[in-house]
T-cell receptor, first 116, second 114 residues
Protein backbone atom coordinates (compact mmCIF):
# COMPACT_ATOMS: atom_id res chain seq x y z
CA UNK A 1 0.00 0.00 0.00
CA UNK A 2 1.10 3.54 -0.66
CA UNK A 3 1.41 6.07 2.12
CA UNK A 4 2.61 9.64 2.55
CA UNK A 5 3.52 11.01 5.97
CA UNK A 6 3.92 14.68 6.78
CA UNK A 7 4.76 14.55 10.45
CA UNK A 8 4.86 18.33 10.91
CA UNK A 9 1.29 19.44 11.41
CA UNK A 10 2.10 23.13 11.86
CA UNK A 11 5.25 25.21 11.56
CA UNK A 12 5.64 28.85 12.46
CA UNK A 13 8.75 30.87 11.65
CA UNK A 14 9.71 34.50 11.43
CA UNK A 15 10.04 36.05 8.00
CA UNK A 16 13.41 35.54 6.29
CA UNK A 17 14.11 32.32 8.16
CA UNK A 18 14.70 29.14 6.17
CA UNK A 19 12.19 26.36 6.73
CA UNK A 20 12.07 22.71 5.68
CA UNK A 21 8.88 20.71 5.29
CA UNK A 22 9.35 16.97 5.64
CA UNK A 23 7.70 14.29 3.52
CA UNK A 24 8.24 10.55 3.93
CA UNK A 25 6.58 8.07 1.59
CA UNK A 26 6.00 4.35 1.33
CA UNK A 27 5.46 2.44 -1.90
CA UNK A 28 6.23 -0.96 -3.39
CA UNK A 29 6.41 0.48 -6.89
CA UNK A 30 9.87 0.87 -8.39
CA UNK A 31 8.56 3.65 -10.61
CA UNK A 32 6.56 6.38 -8.94
CA UNK A 33 6.01 10.12 -8.86
CA UNK A 34 6.19 12.59 -6.02
CA UNK A 35 4.51 15.97 -5.85
CA UNK A 36 4.20 19.08 -3.75
CA UNK A 37 1.09 21.28 -3.77
CA UNK A 38 0.45 24.59 -2.04
CA UNK A 39 -2.91 25.68 -0.63
CA UNK A 40 -2.84 29.37 0.30
CA UNK A 41 -5.46 30.88 2.64
CA UNK A 42 -7.69 31.58 -0.38
CA UNK A 43 -8.19 27.81 -0.67
CA UNK A 44 -7.11 26.91 -4.18
CA UNK A 45 -4.59 24.15 -4.80
CA UNK A 46 -1.44 25.13 -6.64
CA UNK A 47 0.92 22.61 -8.20
CA UNK A 48 4.56 23.18 -7.26
CA UNK A 49 6.62 20.24 -8.50
CA UNK A 50 6.52 16.68 -9.86
CA UNK A 51 9.51 14.37 -9.57
CA UNK A 52 9.83 10.81 -10.87
CA UNK A 53 11.62 8.10 -8.96
CA UNK A 54 14.49 7.87 -11.43
CA UNK A 55 15.52 11.46 -11.01
CA UNK A 56 17.21 11.99 -7.66
CA UNK A 57 18.70 15.33 -8.55
CA UNK A 58 17.73 18.10 -6.22
CA UNK A 59 15.58 20.80 -7.75
CA UNK A 60 15.81 24.52 -7.13
CA UNK A 61 13.30 27.12 -8.23
CA UNK A 62 14.01 30.55 -6.85
CA UNK A 63 13.64 30.38 -3.07
CA UNK A 64 12.18 26.87 -3.26
CA UNK A 65 14.24 23.69 -3.30
CA UNK A 66 13.42 20.02 -3.08
CA UNK A 67 15.60 17.22 -1.74
CA UNK A 68 14.68 13.74 -2.99
CA UNK A 69 16.40 10.84 -1.22
CA UNK A 70 15.35 7.34 -2.19
CA UNK A 71 17.52 5.81 0.52
CA UNK A 72 15.35 7.40 3.20
CA UNK A 73 12.12 7.56 1.14
CA UNK A 74 11.94 11.28 1.66
CA UNK A 75 11.07 14.25 -0.53
CA UNK A 76 11.63 17.34 1.58
CA UNK A 77 10.80 20.90 0.62
CA UNK A 78 12.86 23.90 1.73
CA UNK A 79 11.90 27.54 1.50
CA UNK A 80 14.85 29.88 1.80
CA UNK A 81 14.39 33.38 3.16
CA UNK A 82 10.70 32.79 3.81
CA UNK A 83 8.13 35.50 3.12
CA UNK A 84 4.66 36.13 4.49
CA UNK A 85 3.21 35.11 1.12
CA UNK A 86 4.60 31.62 1.70
CA UNK A 87 2.03 31.10 4.46
CA UNK A 88 -0.10 28.20 3.31
CA UNK A 89 -0.83 24.53 3.78
CA UNK A 90 1.60 22.38 1.83
CA UNK A 91 0.76 18.88 0.68
CA UNK A 92 3.15 16.17 -0.42
CA UNK A 93 1.67 13.47 -2.69
CA UNK A 94 2.59 10.16 -4.32
CA UNK A 95 1.40 8.44 -7.47
CA UNK A 96 2.38 5.10 -8.88
CA UNK A 97 2.97 3.56 -12.29
CA UNK A 98 0.80 1.51 -14.60
CA UNK A 99 -2.21 0.25 -12.66
CA UNK A 100 -1.69 2.71 -9.83
CA UNK A 101 -0.84 5.67 -12.06
CA UNK A 102 -4.38 6.99 -11.91
CA UNK A 103 -4.45 7.20 -8.16
CA UNK A 104 -2.72 9.78 -6.06
CA UNK A 105 -2.19 9.70 -2.32
CA UNK A 106 -1.80 12.94 -0.40
CA UNK A 107 -0.19 13.51 2.96
CA UNK A 108 -2.13 15.22 5.70
CA UNK A 109 -0.46 18.54 5.01
CA UNK A 110 1.77 20.98 6.90
CA UNK A 111 0.39 24.37 7.81
CA UNK A 112 3.17 26.93 7.47
CA UNK A 113 2.81 30.35 9.07
CA UNK A 114 5.34 33.05 8.35
CA UNK A 115 5.30 35.83 10.93
CA UNK A 116 6.37 39.33 9.86
CA UNK B 1 -9.29 30.92 -19.91
CA UNK B 2 -8.35 27.33 -19.09
CA UNK B 3 -10.13 26.32 -15.94
CA UNK B 4 -11.98 23.77 -13.87
CA UNK B 5 -15.29 25.00 -12.52
CA UNK B 6 -17.39 23.57 -9.72
CA UNK B 7 -20.93 24.36 -8.68
CA UNK B 8 -22.16 25.14 -6.19
CA UNK B 9 -19.28 26.61 -4.22
CA UNK B 10 -21.17 26.34 -0.93
CA UNK B 11 -24.02 24.05 -0.03
CA UNK B 12 -25.89 23.34 3.19
CA UNK B 13 -28.29 20.43 3.03
CA UNK B 14 -30.00 17.89 5.24
CA UNK B 15 -29.41 14.19 5.71
CA UNK B 16 -30.85 12.06 2.95
CA UNK B 17 -31.57 14.77 0.39
CA UNK B 18 -29.91 13.80 -2.88
CA UNK B 19 -27.50 16.33 -4.30
CA UNK B 20 -25.13 16.75 -7.23
CA UNK B 21 -21.96 18.79 -7.37
CA UNK B 22 -21.02 19.61 -10.93
CA UNK B 23 -17.49 19.79 -12.32
CA UNK B 24 -16.57 21.01 -15.76
CA UNK B 25 -13.25 21.57 -17.53
CA UNK B 26 -12.57 23.36 -20.80
CA UNK B 27 -9.12 21.94 -21.52
CA UNK B 28 -10.16 18.72 -23.28
CA UNK B 29 -8.52 16.69 -20.53
CA UNK B 30 -9.05 12.95 -20.48
CA UNK B 31 -8.49 12.51 -16.75
CA UNK B 32 -10.77 13.88 -14.06
CA UNK B 33 -10.94 13.19 -10.36
CA UNK B 34 -12.79 14.08 -7.16
CA UNK B 35 -11.18 14.60 -3.75
CA UNK B 36 -12.42 15.48 -0.33
CA UNK B 37 -10.36 17.49 2.13
CA UNK B 38 -10.81 17.05 5.87
CA UNK B 39 -8.76 18.56 8.72
CA UNK B 40 -5.82 16.37 9.64
CA UNK B 41 -6.46 13.97 6.76
CA UNK B 42 -5.31 15.95 3.75
CA UNK B 43 -6.95 15.21 0.43
CA UNK B 44 -8.41 11.80 -0.25
CA UNK B 45 -9.39 10.58 -3.68
CA UNK B 46 -13.05 9.62 -4.08
CA UNK B 47 -13.40 8.63 -7.73
CA UNK B 48 -11.50 9.23 -10.91
CA UNK B 49 -12.13 8.87 -14.62
CA UNK B 50 -9.59 8.10 -17.32
CA UNK B 51 -11.99 9.02 -20.13
CA UNK B 52 -15.63 9.10 -21.16
CA UNK B 53 -17.56 6.18 -19.65
CA UNK B 54 -14.46 5.02 -17.73
CA UNK B 55 -14.60 5.57 -13.98
CA UNK B 56 -12.96 3.89 -11.01
CA UNK B 57 -12.92 4.09 -7.24
CA UNK B 58 -10.38 6.02 -5.27
CA UNK B 59 -9.70 5.50 -1.60
CA UNK B 60 -13.02 6.74 -0.16
CA UNK B 61 -15.82 5.99 -2.66
CA UNK B 62 -18.51 4.89 -0.18
CA UNK B 63 -21.62 7.06 -0.35
CA UNK B 64 -20.69 8.68 -3.67
CA UNK B 65 -21.45 8.11 -7.32
CA UNK B 66 -20.00 9.65 -10.44
CA UNK B 67 -20.64 9.58 -14.15
CA UNK B 68 -18.63 10.62 -17.19
CA UNK B 69 -20.98 10.92 -20.15
CA UNK B 70 -19.08 13.80 -21.71
CA UNK B 71 -15.39 14.55 -21.66
CA UNK B 72 -15.78 17.95 -20.06
CA UNK B 73 -18.15 17.05 -17.20
CA UNK B 74 -17.67 14.83 -14.16
CA UNK B 75 -20.49 15.31 -11.64
CA UNK B 76 -20.29 13.97 -8.09
CA UNK B 77 -23.56 12.55 -6.80
CA UNK B 78 -24.51 12.00 -3.18
CA UNK B 79 -27.66 9.86 -3.27
CA UNK B 80 -28.31 10.04 0.47
CA UNK B 81 -25.92 12.47 2.14
CA UNK B 82 -24.94 11.95 5.74
CA UNK B 83 -23.20 14.30 8.21
CA UNK B 84 -19.88 12.45 7.79
CA UNK B 85 -19.85 13.69 4.20
CA UNK B 86 -19.53 17.27 5.42
CA UNK B 87 -16.27 18.30 3.81
CA UNK B 88 -14.48 20.46 1.26
CA UNK B 89 -14.61 18.86 -2.18
CA UNK B 90 -12.23 19.45 -5.06
CA UNK B 91 -12.52 18.40 -8.65
CA UNK B 92 -9.37 18.16 -10.77
CA UNK B 93 -8.42 17.39 -14.34
CA UNK B 94 -5.25 16.64 -16.26
CA UNK B 95 -4.44 15.66 -19.86
CA UNK B 96 -3.78 11.97 -19.14
CA UNK B 97 -3.38 11.39 -15.40
CA UNK B 98 -1.81 12.66 -12.19
CA UNK B 99 1.47 10.79 -12.69
CA UNK B 100 2.39 12.15 -16.07
CA UNK B 101 0.71 15.55 -16.10
CA UNK B 102 -0.03 18.49 -13.86
CA UNK B 103 -3.46 18.36 -12.25
CA UNK B 104 -5.62 21.48 -12.43
CA UNK B 105 -7.93 21.88 -9.48
CA UNK B 106 -11.30 23.57 -9.26
CA UNK B 107 -12.00 26.19 -6.58
CA UNK B 108 -13.64 23.74 -4.19
CA UNK B 109 -17.17 23.12 -2.91
CA UNK B 110 -17.81 23.38 0.80
CA UNK B 111 -20.61 20.98 1.72
CA UNK B 112 -22.37 20.85 5.07
CA UNK B 113 -24.82 18.02 5.77
CA UNK B 114 -27.04 18.61 8.81
Amino acid sequence: AQKVTQAQTEISVVEKEDVTLDCVYETRDTTYYLFWYKQPPSGELVFLIRRNSFDEQNEISGRYSWNFQKSTSSFNFTITASQVVDSAVYFCALSGWRSSASKIIFGSGTRLSIRP
Amino acid sequence: EAQVTQNPRYLITVTGKKLTVTCSQNMNHEYMSWYRQDPGLGLRQIYYSMNVEVTDKGDVPEGYKVSRKEKRNFPLILESPSPNQTSLYFCASSPRGPSTDTQYFGPGTRLTVL
